[in-house]
């Protein structure tokens, strides 16, 4: 929706007073715990962010502020079902940018006072850390007010049951590269959801080599029709939570399929490397 | 836009079946414009301990070779802001306070940061709404130093050059002559406007207050960009006083949803501000010391009511000059 009407000759005729029905909002964890403080070893949460009765929002960012490094883990609450938006916890650096360079979502992710987001932070940083997650979102009110907000709002829920953002990491966790030695790691989509790759972020100690094959069909991500099995930069892959990496086209995996990734350190020494997809879960069927 | 065009600059030319440069858009050229250099030698000399600089002026002159400029000048369209600091950008302290004379236009409700609108050749600090700085317009600027010691800068405004008078066939004369008496009809209307608060924040350490943002009676503000410079770390909040409406469901921090002219914190939608609401902004240091803040919104002022596109009978995506 445009902000100005504009007239052919260059006039403005008015500022479309529909605009004053929707609000840039930043929706932050709930007081009191607008900082969350995490003890050593210890995962902390779910904190929920908690839209009230105004109206439905669009959350279209995530930015921090933050004192050590967490893994977070996020989940929906929609009435009585709880669903993660993640397989596992990711590396904070991944999934929430600064304040000037918050992570744009690979999809919008529609909240309301039904429908609400939860958080937990897990300590890595071995000390006391203290996290203020902020996500940028625009809000709709008065949505009864305007029939046309108000179909807006129906076409939100119906896509929400069909697509919605998701990120995915290692089935186990963190990647420990040790030496030069190449590893291999999986990923394995759920069974209850398609899988739409986006965006590749990764926060790791040192530099490091990787490919991803698709294992359905044998095909790297990189160079597919040419059989290609060469490592490429990781820093040419990956971006992280401020600069992710967009894939120029999204890929599409089905429910189910593993994901392969060869990874190899570029150093000697050990490498802890946190891998984050980003991409959207396409329902395989209908929540309800 | 012709279907069969590439962008705005390539077009398909049905006379002779190829595809052409558009030659009107030739005479629009990538420009910066430094203030007139009879008022100081290239340089900018701030003088130390808020003292304010002498006042400058950027004049945009009335160049016509051929007179077939159809009485507008040579104007520039200003797109982003640009500046060179004597030591380096992050150390810029300075205040800013920009206004077009001859029509008495305020960018500004109070002057601002340096690094809450300016930015660098990487960063530029991008306008809201492009300004068409019309000829024999002048906008005049006044830095005042915030730190003790003297600095001199290289401010400059980037942007889009128009040459109505040098295309050579009548055709592309009449093209950019239509685009940019669009334009001056537009900024008769929409210009960038740039909000800080009434009084300057100073915090003791720990301390929280409150301060005004007033957009004004005159027109709606449409706001953007969210910037702050600052001494320390700090927590805010933003409300709409007549609404009651808030930005935010609880404090956030300057690191975890601003930063500066370069880049800037974008509001996920425009943010109507109808005439004569205004906006409170409470603040409270984080750091432990005494805090300055300098907190801007960057957006832009329309004179123009608030409507709506079926009761004003247009289409607003077709029509928009600014995607041209």
């Known amino acids: 929706m445009e902000t100005l009407i504009n007239a052919p000759d260059g006039r403005v005729i008015g500022v479309n007073k529909r605009m004053l029905d929707f609000l840039p909002f930043t929706i932050l964890t709930n007081a009191p715990e607008t900082s969350v403080t995490v003890p050593v070893n210890i995962t902390k949460g779910p904190i929920s962010l908690t839209f009230s009765g105004e109206g439905p929002a669009q959350i279209v960012s995530f930015a921090k502020q933050q004192t050590g490094d967490t893994k977070v883990f996020l989940r929906m609450q929609e009435g009585r079902i709880i669903r993660p938006l993640m397989n596992g916890a990711v590396h904070i650096n ?14 919008a992710l529609y909240v309301d006072e039904l429908r609400r987001l939860f958080v937990e932070f897990q300590n890595i940083a071995g000390v006391s850390v203290a996290v203020r997650m902020a996500a940028g979102c625009f809000r709709a009110t008065s949505v009864e007010a305007d029939p046309t907000l108000l179909m807006s709002r129906k076409r939100q829920d ?7 953002p998701y990120w995915y990491t290692p089935d186990e966790g963190v990647i420990v590269l040790t030496g030069t030695t190449e590893f291999e790691k999986t990923i394995t989509i759920s069974g209850s959801h398609h899988f739409q790759l986006m965006q590749l972020m990764a926060v790791s100690d040192a530099a490091f080599d990787v490919n991803i094959i ?11 029709p040419l059989g290609n099995t060469h490592l490429v930069a990781g820093e040419t892959l990956f971006g992280d939570a401020n600069y992710p990496y967009c894939l120029m086209t999204p890929r599409l995996f089905q429910t189910g399929q593993k994901i392969l990734l060869k990874i190899k350190n570029r150093v000697a020494g050990t490498n802890n490397v946190y891998v984050t997809l980003g991409g959207r879960a396409i329902a395989d069927r209908m929540w309800r | 836009m012709d279907r069969r065009a590439i962008d705005k600059y390539i077009r398909f030319d049905k006379a002779s079946g190829k595809f052409l440069p558009d030659e009107s858009r030739r005479y629009i050229l990538p420009f910066h414009a430094f203030f007139d250099l009879s008022d100081v030698a290239g340089v900018y000399a701030l003088p130390g301990s808020a003292t ?16 077939m400029d159809a009485n507008l000048g040579t104007p520039l369209q200003i797109k982003s802001l640009l500046i060179s600091d004597s030591t380096n950008y992050d150390t810029a302290d300075y205040l800013v306070e920009l206004n077009e004379l001859g029509e008495s236009r305020k960018f500004m409700n109070k002057p601002v940061h340096v690094r809450t609108i300016f930015g660098t ?16 317009h002048q906008i005049q600027m006044q830095f005042t130093n915030l730190s003790v010691t003297g600095r001199s800068v290289r401010p400059y405004l980037s942007g889009a050059q128009y040459y109505p008078w040098a295309a050579q066939s009548a055709k592309s004369r009449d093209a950019l002559a239509s685009v940019i008496k669009r334009w001056n009809m537009r900024r008769g209307q929409v210009w960038p406007f740039w909000l800080t608060t009434e009084e300057p924040i100073s915090l003791a350490a720990n301390a929280e207050a409150n301060f005004e943002m007033l957009p004004g009676q005159d027109a709606q503000f449409i706001a953007r960009f969210m910037t702050a410079v600052s001494t320390g770390n700090f927590e805010y909040s933003l409300l709409e006083v007549k609404t009651q409406q808030s930005l935010t469901n609880g404090r956030a921090t300057f690191t975890n949803t601003l930063g500066d002219a370069r880049l800037p914190k974008r509001l996920s939608k425009d943010y109507v501000v109808p005439a004569g609401y205004r906006l409170r902004l409470t603040v409270k240091d984080l750091s432990g010391a005494t805090n300055n803040i300098y907190f801007t919104i960057a957006g832009k002022k329309v004179y123009a009511p608030l409507n709506d596109s079926a009761e004003a009978g247009c289409d607003t995506r077709a029509l928009d000059l600014t995607q041209e």
């Open chain 1, 94 to 107: 991944t999934l929430f940018g600064r304040g000037n360079t918050p992570y744009p979502l690979p999809e």
């Open chain 1, 158 to 164: 119906f896509q929400q049951f069909l697509s919605f």
């Open chain 1, 214 to 224: 698709d294992m359905n069909t044998g095909e790297a991500l990189i160079q597919a």
């Open chain 2, 52 to 67: 304010p600089a002498q006042l400058v002026c950027w004049k945009q002159p009335y160049s016509s070779i051929n007179g």
């Open chain 2, 121 to 136: 050749a990487k960063y530029p600090g991008t306008l809201c709404e492009p300004y068409m700085f019309s000829s024999q």
